[in-house]
């Protein structure tokens, strides 16, 4: 059973910034796919960021250019390291988990942004954008 725990929430400014971090216990994280996604009460949840086992990363269009998604597997972390912070990035931030598939010997992820393709979720952290 992979546990997930978010932590690095809180309260900026517009144009700040933050780094979320995700560790996994119980797994080995270099073998999962890791991504960050995000809900507002009300909305559908949505990806975010998705880092693949060869550190491949993939965004959502949102948050290119702004964000970026980093996994230490050393220690079973993922990052999220947030700048240019705007009120619509306010939201619980998610961290979620998927098994990487095994194909002709290589761990291969999907990459996407859907969540219901992800099996394993953290309780989430919250992140407030001030304007």
């Known amino acids: 059973q992979v546990q997930l725990a978010e932590s690095g929430g809180g309260s900026v400014q517009t144009g700040g910034s933050l780094k979320l971090s995700c560790v996994a216990s119980?797994?080995?994280?270099?073998?999962?796919?890791m991504g960050w996604f995000r809900q507002v009460p009300g909305k559908e949840r949505e990806g975010v960021a998705i880092?693949?086992?060869?550190?491949?990363?993939t965004y959502a269009p949102s948050v290119e250019g702004r964000f970026t998604i980093s996994r230490d597997n050393a220690k079973n972390m993922v990052y999220l390291e947030m700048n240019n912070l705007k009120p619509e990035d306010a939201a619980m931030y998610l961290c979620?988990?998927?098994?990487?598939?095994?194909?002709?010997?290589?761990?291969?992820?999907?990459?996407?942004?859907?969540?219901?393709?992800?099996?394993?979720w953290g309780q989430g952290t919250q992140v407030t954008v001030s304007s």
């Open positions: 119980s797994v080995e994280a270099s073998g999962y796919c």
């Open positions: 880092i693949g086992t060869d550190n491949y990363a």
């Open positions: 979620a988990a998927e098994p990487a598939l095994q194909l002709a010997g290589k761990s291969v992820c999907a990459m996407s942004l859907i969540p219901l393709q992800y099996t394993y």
